[in-house]
């Protein structure tokens, strides 16, 4: 047997739905904010940039001492199968001159990569940024 109250309150929820369903809706909540805000640019940021490359780079640090020395560069080049001189890229970001590239001078030669890849300067490097993308501007020789 159904108690009283119990059978109260079921039909005052059953009362309770309809009278909501016969009135006019509810407005639609509001949309959730963005999850990226609206200075967001499309494309690879600086930091993006910088953490992508720096996680490359750092895996030529065999002997895990946060710094990459020549011989290191050359046999992850090599690895890599990459074109050019290892020890030409390798003295562009050895601005110290000391023999070895920490993560300080990498920081420095990634920014002034990136600006000069940033073409427009918006602070991305879009699509048609990208050198090698098709809808990239032709290099001139």
Do not use: Y
Request: proline share 8%; aromatic share 6%.
């Amino acid at each position: 047997m159904i108690r009283p109250s119990i059978l109260v309150f079921a039909l005052g929820l059953q009362a309770a739905t309809a009278a909501a369903q016969t009135t006019t809706p509810a407005p639609a909540p509001a949309q959730p904010a963005p999850s990226t805000p609206a200075t967001a640019k499309p494309g690879t940021t600086l930091e993006k940039f910088e953490a992508r490359r720096e996680k490359a780079f750092m895996r030529a640090d065999t002997d895990g001492d946060g710094k990459v020395s020549l011989a290191e560069w050359t046999a992850f080049q090599t690895e890599r199968k990459a074109k050019g001189d290892p020890a030409k890229s390798f003295a562009r970001m050895d601005a110290n001159k000391d023999g070895f590239v920490d993560k300080s001078e990498l920081d420095a030669f990634l920014a002034k990569r990136f600006a000069r890849l940033d073409k427009n300067g918006d602070g991305a490097i879009g699509a048609d940024e990208r050198p090698g993308h098709k809808t990239a501007p032709n290099q001139e020789q």
